[in-house]
């Protein structure tokens, strides 16, 4: 079985400030993990993936992950906030022998304020 | 363009009557999903199929059905909507090959079921 949990439904931080998005995950297997983003009334879009290579993971709109299997953690960064970047963001975890599993956590929704 | 389309995009019913909801892909995956988006539950997963006539329960299937009689095609039927499944539905798909586990979502259906 797998789970995933982000901590905090809500984080609000100021534009140019460091955002930080916490996903802790379980899995009996080796995980391939994602982070995507949901803009309002739109689909989810990809916005990176762990997948057993480098543990600290580079995706689009200057997000970043980093893999931390002590802490079966895979938090989201980027380094300055921008107003573009308010959304609802999911981590999700699939387990390498789980088919088309793909669990999601609750979500974290971003506000940045000006 | 490669994408997941679905239809309707909205939908208002009445408990009790049933309804189809189309999902399509034109990527020649193998691999497609339906999910729920419920608040601060995060996405779950209703239905999977990992190829054409083969399908299977996700983690909160009741109340759904699925078929796939065709690669490219994943309908989710609602054969007695009540108002619990009131909620935002996606489609996703996937190649089946190992090391592409990224999941292509379609652009949702709002379904209310009053």
């Known amino acids: 079985a797998q789970s995933v949990t982000q901590l905090g439904s809500h984080v609000s931080v100021s534009e140019g400030a460091l955002v930080l998005l916490r996903c802790n995950y379980s899995?009996?297997?080796?995980?391939?993990l994602f982070w995507y983003v949901q803009y309002p009334n739109q689909g989810l879009q990809l916005l990176l993936k762990?997948?057993?290579?480098?543990?600290l993971v580079k995706g689009i709109n200057g997000f970043e992950a980093e893999f931390k299997k002590s802490e079966t953690s895979f938090h989201l960064t980027k380094p300055s906030a921008h107003m573009s970047d308010a959304a609802e963001y999911f981590c999700?975890?699939?387990?390498?022998?789980?088919?088309?599993?793909?669990?999601f956590g609750g979500g974290t929704r971003l506000m940045v304020k000006p | 363009e490669a994408q997941v389309t679905q239809n309707p995009r909205y939908l208002i019913t009445v408990t009790g009557k049933k309804l189809t909801v189309t999902c399509s892909q034109n990527?020649?995956?193998?691999?497609m999903s339906w999910y729920r988006q419920d608040p601060g539950l995060g996405l779950r997963q209703i239905y999977y199929?990992?190829?054409?006539?083969?399908?299977d329960k996700g983690d909160v299937p009741e109340g759904y059905k699925v078929s796939r009689k065709e690669k490219r095609n994943f309908p989710l039927i609602l054969e007695s909507p009540s108002p619990n499944q009131t909620s935002l539905y996606f489609c996703?798909?996937?190649?089946?090959?190992?090391?592409?586990?990224?999941?292509?979502f379609g652009p949702g259906t709002r379904l209310t079921v009053t």
């Open positions: 899995s009996s297997v080796p995980p391939y």
């Open positions: 999700a975890v699939s387990a390498i022998n789980a088919g088309n599993m793909l669990t």
């Open positions: 762990y997948t057993s290579a480098a543990t």
């Open positions: 990527m020649n995956h193998e691999y």
């Open positions: 996703a798909s996937r190649y089946a090959g190992t090391g592409t586990y990224e999941q292509y």
């Open positions: 199929s990992m190829n054409v006539e083969v399908t």
